[in-house]
Nanobody
């Protein structure tokens, strides 16, 4: 089992940057593919980015491609999301998730464990 705790959210002006972190417990973090999702009130949780277990394969939602970068440090059991050139429409609660799959997963139901989320607010 994996427990996930996100951090790094906050309030930032449009055009600014934030880096989210997701700390994972357990010694098997490196065997999980990881992902970031986000959710706004009244909407379904949507895919943002995913990374394979070894970190060599990544994929992004079109809305964040070129602005966000997902990465992981398996020695530190930590997943990251570097968010640059933020826009007001990026405002959401961001969740990290772990999948028993070794490859990148974009479907929400492909993930087995979820963090509690961290709020990101981008002001215009």
């Amino acid at each position: 089992q994996v427990q996930l705790v996100e951090s790094g959210g906050g309030l930032v002006q449009a055009g600014g940057s934030l880096r989210l972190s997701c700390a994972a417990s357990g010694r098997t973090f490196s065997s999980y593919a990881m992902g970031w999702f986000r959710q706004t009130p009244g909407k379904e949780r949507e895919f943002v980015a995913a990374i394979s277990w070894i970190g060599t394969s990544t994929t992004y939602a079109d809305s964040v491609k070129g602005r966000f970068t997902i990465s992981r440090d398996n020695r530190k059991n930590t997943l990251y999301l570097q968010m640059n050139t933020l826009k007001p429409e990026d405002t959401a609660v961001y969740f990290c998730a772990a999948s028993r799959s070794s490859v990148v997963i974009t479907r929400r139901d492909g993930y087995d464990y979820w963090g509690q989320g961290t709020q990101v607010t981008v002001s215009s």
